[in-house]
C-alpha cells in the first residue's frame, strides 16, 4: 500500500474501534507500565521459536515437543492453548486484538501459564490480562502513521510504543526486534529467529490454519492467489494475507534481520529456509547474556564518570579564568 491508503486505513480502524480501544486501554491503566529494555540482549545466545497459527505449526508439533526445552517458544493468542495441550510451556505470548477470543482460546489454559509472560497490547482484550496465572505482564501501544498511539499512552500510562504489525504473527517479529524508521535494532538479540507456523498461504491437499481443516470455508472461499511453492506443491493465498507476508519481509530486509523460515510450502522465504530441528538444536554461550548486560552497566557508570570529569575540568578552568581576568 502506498502512504495515501495506509493513512485512509488508519483513519478507518480508528474510527471504528476508537471508543473500545480506549474502554480497554483505561483498564490496563491499573497495571504496572514496565519497560520492554528490561529484556535488552537477554536472548544473546539463543534460538527463539516464533510459533504462528499456519498449518505447518501443526506438521512440526512432536519436533517442537522434543527440542522445546532448549529454546524460546514465543506463542501468539491462536497458538498458546495448542502449545500447552502439547506440554510445551512458551516463554512469550502475544496478544494485538481488542475482540480475540478468551473463551475459546484462553480459558481452558489459564492456569497453566506461571512460566509465560504476556505481552499485551493496551488496546487489546482485556480478559487476557485479568484472567491467567501469568508470570509477568507487559504491555505495547501500537505505533501508527497518525500517532494514535499518544492518546491511548496517554489513558493506559504506558511507555512501550511499538510499530504496528498487520497481524499478530507478525507482532511477535516486531516486538522481539523494535526497528522502527528512527532506529534500526534487535532488542532482545536473539542468536537465531526460527519461524514455524508463519506459512501466509495452504496447501491444495492441507489444513488452512493449524488444527483446523478448512478454517470455516477459508479453504475454499479465501483462494485469491494461486502458486507454487518451492517444493513444487501447489498454494493458495488471500489477499489479506499476502499484503502481510509482503509487510513482514519488507520489516525483515529493511533493517536486515534474518528470520530463518521452517517450511518450504510458505508463501516467502524471509531470511531463508531452515530446517525446525536444527535450528532448535542451537545454542552458544547464553550466559552471555549476563555477561553484556553488567557490561553494558559497567560502561553506563564509566560514561557517567566522564561526564562528571570533563564538566569538572570546565568549572576548574572558568574559575581560574574568572579569577585571572579580575585582577
Known amino acids: 500500500m502506498n502512504h495515501e491508503q495506509i493513512v485512509k486505513q488508519s483513519k478507518s480502524a ?7 480501544w480506549r474502554e480497554h486501554a483505561k483498564i490496563h491503566s491499573q497495571y504496572n507500565m514496565k519497560p520492554f529494555e528490561n529484556f535488552r540482549n537477554s536472548g544473546i545466545g539463543k534460538t527463539a521459536v516464533l510459533v504462528a497459527n499456519g498449518y505447518s505449526f501443526e506438521e512440526q508439533i512432536e519436533t517442537l515437543k522434543k527440542y522445546a526445552h532448549n529454546v524460546d517458544i514465543i506463542a501468539c493468542d491462536k497458538t498458546l492453548g495448542h502449545l500447552i495441550k502439547a506440554g510445551i510451556k512458551p516463554k512469550i505470548c502475544v496478544v494485538c486484538d481488542a475482540n480475540v477470543n478468551y473463551e475459546k482460546y484462553l480459558q481452558p489454559y489459564e492456569k497453566e501459564l506461571n512460566q ?7 488496546c487489546g482484550n482485556p480478559k487476557w490480562t485479568t484472567n491467567g496465572n501469568w508470570a509477568d505482564r507487559y504491555f505495547y501501544v501500537n505505533k501508527d502513521v497518525m500517532n494514535y498511539e499518544k492518546e491511548f499512552m496517554e489513558l493506559s500510562g504506558c511507555t512501550n510504543p511499538v510499530t504496528a504489525g498487520t497481524n499478530v504473527s507478525n507482532m511477535m517479529l516486531v516486538l522481539l526486534t523494535q526497528c522502527e524508521n528512527e532506529r534500526k535494532q534487535n532488542l532482545f538479540s536473539y542468536d537465531k529467529l526460527a519461524l514455524i507456523g508463519f506459512d501466509y498461504s495452504w496447501r491444495f491437499d492441507g489444513k488452512y490454519y493449524a488444527f483446523d481443516d478448512d478454517g470455516d470455508g477459508k479453504h475454499y472461499y479465501m483462494r485469491h492467489v494461486y502458486g507454487v511453492s518451492q517444493s513444487g506443491k501447489i498454494i493458495f493465498t488471500s489477499n489479506n494475507l499476502n499484503n502481510s507476508a509482503s509487510w513482514i519481509n519488507l520489516y525483515l530486509k529493511t533493517f536486515n534481520i534474518k528470520a530463518i523460515q521452517c517450511n518450504r510450502d510458505a508463501l516467502l522465504a524471509f531470511g531463508g529456509w531452515g530446517k525446525l530441528e536444527e535450528q532448535m538444536q542451537y545454542r552458544h554461550k547464553p550466559t552471555d547474556a549476563g555477561r553484556v ?6 560502561r553506563h557508570g564509566l560514561e557517567d564518570r566522564l561526564h562528571w570529569i570533563n564538566n569538572t575540568i570546565k568549572a576548574i578552568a572558568k574559575d581560574h579564568y574568572l579569577a585571572s581576568e579580575s585582577i
Open 14 to 20: 480508528y474510527n471504528q474501534w476508537c471508543v473500545q
Open 293 to 298: 548486560k553488567n557490561l553494558l552497566k559497567e
Open 116 to 122: 509465560t509472560i504476556l505481552f499485551q497490547n493496551v
